[in-house]
């Protein structure tokens, strides 16, 4: 066994193609490996800016053998009485190259056929793996890909060098006019020319002592200690951020800290705005003190040892007081305007150019938000009509203009500044909200309100135009709103008709020119947004069974549907319950095509057990109903699971399809009500038994 080192040598990869790369590049490669018949242990994966890096550990020194057979004529034809081979067999050994003493017998499908064995000795692994890896190298998956010369192979950046080594053998293949070696490359300033590799093992060692930290671990290490000497020293603590500390670790090889000032005068601007432009603009860690005000201090990493430190950090102070003093100016510049004069000037902003002005938005999203507080019970509707002629209007500021990341985020202070209604001002922040997967949920009612309101009106408005999403484009994230939607009816436990919203939504949106009848919109919106309620319910690793079959009541309920998953996943019988769906599924099957006409006549029944079917289905059938309508899943499915053995038994002791039409429709009725009384409840026939 042995150690394959594979290094690819770039130019710099921006920090967010790093680690899908890795991902993939250690799929792409354990699938190759696997195909070419070689074994190999752990798949180490490390990257910087210029290097994506595996190591195989003990990857096997060849292929494993591998014995195909070969069928020839039956053993009747091939051989005579007395043993001689006959032609065909004669004819089959010469075909495989063999001799007839070397033919066998073999079995399949219970007929003896003479058979070849042939064994395949694998390949050295050497001789394997140039193609295996020019090929793993050309399918790494990136967002964006270039060639660059007379090439036309594509990769993210330029290959710079490839060093590839097989314990301690060079393994040679050129990819873009690079041929390999068991050579790379070091720190771009503080490391000059090539750094001969030997071994794989000492790989890392030699790239550190050449100041590249190449494993991530390692090297996010040496970040988190130099913001904890700066905390340190101002005696604060850094705003962490997962994703920026991310990006601050493939944006560099060897980090090192810095810390930075600014002017006092800058904090009177508002501290989303501060962090905003340190973080997402100049990849800077913000400080705060203990009470969460911010500090004039932040925290930079270069990537290398600067000669002069101080160089370093006046040039970073002087970039952020140029973006801070723009920041200050757009503050005061849209304070004097006011939120109430931009909202009047959303007819000058198109939302897309079939579905209106950000202004007809506005309009709609009214339409929706009125009709979901009357349903919700929401009676301030002066307070809602106020809140959505705001919402939109942050969109016409300078601050949003230049960081758009800042929508509702300064509506909400501004309206505060303004003296609005702190409930208002919020719904402007949170109508947004969720902004990602796992992203914070709006607080209040009326965000809540009006974000669904919002989402609702995007989804139906580019649905009736016809636009949705394909494939992995979704350019207008409806897939993520449709998400935002069931995650805020699931955690709020709002009860909403589904359809009726949509209904709503549709009604609202008459400007929109070309649209679709309003059932391809509704139907197509509907399946859309069951799909994406199987996704996350799978996702948050609900069983998929159930799932699909509370899917049909999404359409009319989403957090119903919710209520009926979780009744199915949290009984306390579920081997009485697996049992029941045995009984179910022959109910199910043998009732698919009975008419909903069929009526049951206790005179027909000849056996007790139809008797007793049929009485506690009577019994059984208005306390079941009662359950389902005050929503008591529990109970109603305690009752459902009572039918157990009363269906049990009458399977094993009544013949439905008997010869007598009348006492066979008879049956057939009963055992159609039974089903129809658990359809009530879910789709049981999607759940699979083992």
Request: net charge neutral; hydrophobic share 40%.
């Amino acid at each position: 066994m042995g150690e394959l080192l594979l290094e690819i040598g770039v130019e710099e990869l921006p920090a967010r193609f790093i680690e899908p790369a890795k991902e993939a590049f250690a799929s792409l490669l354990r699938e190759r490996l696997k195909a070419s018949r070689l074994s190999a242990g752990d798949i180490i994966i490390m990257a910087t800016p210029r290097r994506l890096a595996t190591f195989v550990k003990n990857l096997s020194p060849r292929q494993t053998r591998t014995v195909s057979v070969k069928y020839g004529p039956p053993k009747n034809r091939a051989f005579d009485d007395e043993g001689a081979p006959t032609k065909a067999a004669l004819g089959f050994a010469k075909s495989q190259g063999v001799t007839v003493s070397e033919l066998k017998i073999g079995v399949k499908d219970n007929v003896e056929f003479v058979t070849v064995e042939k064994i395949e000795e694998g390949k050295a692994t050497k001789e394997i793996l140039p193609v295996l890896l020019k090929d793993v190298i050309s399918q790494i998956p990136f967002p964006k890909k270039m060639r660059w010369g007379s090439e036309v192979f594509e990769f993210a950046r330029p290959i710079q060098w490839i060093l590839c080594l097989f314990g301690r053998e060079p393994v040679r293949f050129s990819v873009a006019d690079v041929t390999s070696g068991h050579y790379t490359h070091a720190h771009r300033f503080l490391s000059k020319g090539a750094v001969k590799v030997s071994t794989p093992s000492e790989y890392v060692e030699q790239l550190r002592s050449h100041h590249v930290i190449v494993d991530e671990q390692e090297r996010m290490k040496v970040i988190e200690e130099g913001i904890r000497q700066i905390e340190n020293e101002v005696h604060g603590q850094s705003i962490r951020d997962e994703s920026l500390l991310k990006e601050i670790l493939y944006l560099t090889e060897y980090p090192y800290p810095l810390k930075g000032n600014f002017d006092d005068e800058f904090l009177l601007i508002p501290k989303e705005v501060l962090i905003n432009v340190m973080k997402s603009h100049q990849r800077y860690i913000p400080i705060q003190k203990e009470t969460g005000e911010l500090m004039p201090h932040f925290i930079c990493f270069a990537n290398t040892i600067p000669v002069d430190a101080n160089t370093v950090i006046r040039g970073n102070e002087k970039v952020l007081k140029a973006r801070l003093a723009d920041a200050r100016f757009f503050f005061e510049e849209d304070r004097k305007v006011g939120l109430k004069n931009l909202s009047e000037k959303l007819s000058s902003v198109t939302f897309h150019v079939r579905l209106g002005t950000m202004e007809e938005k506005t309009k709609r999203i009214e339409a929706i938000a009125l009709y979901l507080a009357k349903i919700l019970g929401y009676n301030n509707v002066e307070k809602i009509k106020k809140a959505v002629r705001m919402i939109k209007a942050d969109l016409l500021t300078h601050m949003v203009r230049e960081f758009p990341e800042l929508q509702g985020t300064m509506g909400r202070i501004y309206a505060l500044h303004e003296g609005e209604d702190e409930e208002i001002a919020y719904a402007i922040e949170e109508h947004y909200l969720p902004s990602g997967s796992n992203g914070l949920l709006p607080e209040n009612i009326l965000s809540t309100i009006i974000g669904i309101a919002d989402k609702v009106d995007s989804l139906a408005s580019f649905f009736s135009a016809g636009i949705t999403p394909t494939g992995n484009l979704d350019p207008f994230a409806l897939r993520r709103q449709a998400l935002g939607i069931i995650k805020m009816v699931v955690e709020k436990r709002l009860h909403v008709s589904l359809k009726d919203l949509i209904g709503t939504s549709y009604s609202s949106g008459e400007s929109i020119q070309g649209r679709l009848s309003f059932e391809e919109t509704l139907t197509a919106l509907l399946d859309f947004i069951a799909i994406r309620f199987k996704f996350l319910m799978i996702e948050e690793r609900h069983n998929q069974d159930f799932v699909e079959s509370v899917l049909p009541f999404v359409s009319e309920d989403i957090y119903d549907a919710y209520l009926r998953l979780i009744a199915l996943e949290t009984q306390k019988t579920m081997k009485d319950f697996e049992r029941l769906m045995i009984g179910f599924k022959r109910v199910y099957n043998i009732t698919k095509t009975v008419s909903d006409e069929l009526t049951v006549n206790p005179a027909l029944f000849g056996e007790p057990e139809e008797e007793h079917l049929y009485k506690l289905y009577e019994s059984t059938r208005a306390p079941y109903s009662t359950f389902m309508k005050r929503k008591d899943y529990d109970e109603a499915l305690s009752l459902l699971v009572g039918f157990k053995e009363t269906i049990d038994n009458y399977f094993d002791k009544v013949f439905v399809m008997v010869k007598d039409d009348a006492i066979r429709m008879n049956r057939l009725a009963l055992l159609k009500k039974v089903k129809d009384m658990f359809l009530q409840f879910g789709d049981f026939s999607k759940i699979r038994i083992e």
